[in-house]
C-alpha cells in the first residue's frame, strides 16, 4: 500500500505578509502605549501613525515586518484609534483560514484527520496535516492560527481554549475553526489582560455542554471577541 504523504506547506504570499504586517502593527501600538510618555496613538492608514508625547522619549524602533511604516511625533495628547485595526484583521483572517482550509474539512469530515494554518511574526505562514481529531504543532511566536473540526465542532474544546491563552499571551491576535458548515472567529479586541485570562479559563470550567451563545455569554464582559461566519 502506498504511504500517505502529509499536507505539509510553507507559505510566503502576499496576503500572508498583509495580516502578519497588520498584526505586528498592532502589537507594536500596544508597546507604545505601554510608554508612560505615549498619550495616544493615531493611525493615518496602514502605513502611517501620530505618536502623541507628554515629554521628549526615545521610543522603541518598530520590527522588521514594518520598518516601513511612517512615524510621526507630536507634542501633546491626540486621541487614539486603533480599536478597529484588531476587528479588521479577526476578519481578513477569517476569510483567508476559509480560503485555505475550507476543502481540507471534507476530510475531516471522512476520517478525523485536522489541518493547521498560522502565520507567524517573520511575515510567512504554514499549512499542515495533523492526526485524527488533533494537531501537534511545536511552539512558535504566532500571530494567527486556524484549524479544521468536523462538520457539528463548531465549539472549541479545552485543549483549543488553552492554545488560545498561549496565542493570546504571546501577542497573538486571532485563531479560527473552519467547519464544512461554518466557521468561528475567536479574536481580541484589545490588549490581553488578566480579566481575558479569566473569562477564557471560566469557558473551560463551564460544565454544561457548550453552545456559541453560552460562549458570547461568558466572553461578554472580556476583550475577546467572536465571528460566526
Partial sequence: MKKHSKVQYLLDNTDIHYLARLASMIVYIE??????EVIGVEVVDENEIIIGLSNETA???PPSLINDLLIREVNGPIESNYQWLYRHAAFKF???ANDVLKTYTLITDRNGIEFYLAIFDNGKGVLLEGGKLR???PFIRTYYAAHTHPREGLIP???DIRALIDLFTYGGLASVIVTSLNSLCIYRNGPFRIEDYEALINVNRYENPLTINKLYSLLSNSNI?????
Fill in 31 to 36: 508597546s507604545l502605549m505601554e510608554i508612560p
Fill in 59 to 61: 521610543l522603541p524602533k
Fill in 94 to 96: 477569517l476569510d483567508l
Fill in 135 to 137: 494537531i501537534a504543532i
Fill in 157 to 159: 474544546s479545552p485543549k
Fill in 225 to 229: 471577541k467572536l465571528i460566526v461566519k
